[in-house]
């Protein structure tokens, strides 16, 4: 059934910028002219999710661009209510459908009181050509719901949208904003095991005659060169999380040195308890399973995944690293160690 167009649809509609005094139009169950969802829009069955779901670029419009990117939140928001707001960006040659089921914050907007807004880039890799874009569907955002009401700011990013996320968080526009960055796979703030070459020959390999997702380096080197101007720490202080699968590791463990958590102040690294899934995620890349690899990843499946921590940082700040044991690149995380990690992300006091 189709659904009434509220104030705020017209407003969209109508090519209009909301603006701060808008914010107080809000309804329990709209936001930036999105009616919510159960279960929500564009949704992929729990397996094989049909590939034209996947590339969906979303229901909700970002006036200024006029480009689409979905935005996901509680059925039952309110009002004045404190929410934490996530900006999740897809990798390199990917979609923001399939970031969306690839970490699947939007099955806990209600549980945990979030606001996501999952993007796409055109050209499928993002650039500094994006970032009006991105901004705009923060200020919109910020102006919706108020910014005394966002507790908190996260940016999110899966391989090279994690990469893109180091590089924001360097502009004076993110610097200012954010509270905490998750790395899905997209590097660490510290030192890792090298990548093993498989990963490269499953991105470039893929299907007969299908070409490597566009970005992604060929090579360890190419991937040093695309990181070098990453390399040094950024200036501003926030949490940082960083998720990654053992076999993009090599199948070694993750270096217990931190810099970041050295430069927040934080303890030494102690191991939490496994996180233990029973049930598969719901996306991972079917375009590169012949040969494929471990490293790239395989088919979704349940898991365990180590936890570790860097308590006692100072301000209230986190830093921690989770490994999913038996995982790659691209499986789609499952629920219990999405569950975790937006639990560790609301954690942070700031």
Known sequence: MKQPYDLMTLLALAGITAIPQYAKVVTPASLAGVTCQIPPALKCPDANCPGPLVIEQGTAVEPKTGRKFFLDFPCDLKRGEKVTFVLSLHGAGSYG???????????????????????????????????????????????????????????????????????????????????????????????????????????????????????????????????????????????????????????????????????????????????????????????????????????????TAEVFEYPHCKDGRLVADVVRIGKGHTEGLEPQVTEQLVKLMLSAKK
């Open 97 to 303: 459908n399939w970031q969306r089921h690839y970490f699947p914050i939007m099955d806990y907007a209600k549980k945990y009181r979030l606001v996501i807004a999952t993007p796409n880039t055109p050209t499928r890799v993002w650039s500094p050509a994006d970032d009006e874009y991105l901004q705009n569907i923060v200020t919109l955002v910020y102006d919706q719901m108020g910014k005394q009401n966002i507790r908190a700011f996260w940016l999110v990013g899966h391989s090279q949208g994690g990469m893109t996320s180091n590089r924001l968080v360097r502009t004076d526009f993110f610097k200012q904003r954010v509270t905490g960055w998750l790395s899905l796979s997209g590097g660490r703030l510290g030192p890792t095991p090298p990548i093993p070459a498989s990963f490269f020959t499953a991105a470039r390999a893929g299907n007969p005659g299908a070409a490597p997702p566009p970005g992604v380096p060929t090579g360890a080197a190419g991937l040093a060169a695309a990181m070098a101007p990453l390399r040094e720490p950024p200036d501003g202080t926030f949490s940082f999380i960083f998720e990654t699968g053992e076999h993009e590791l090599g199948d070694q463990p993750i270096p217990g040195a931190s810099p970041w958590a050295t430069k927040l102040g934080c303890r030494a690294r102690v191991r939490r308890a496994d996180v233990i899934d029973t049930k598969a995620g719901y996306v991972y890349d079917s375009t590169r399973q012949d040969p494929g690899s471990d490293a790239w990843g395989r088919s979704p499946r349940p898991g």
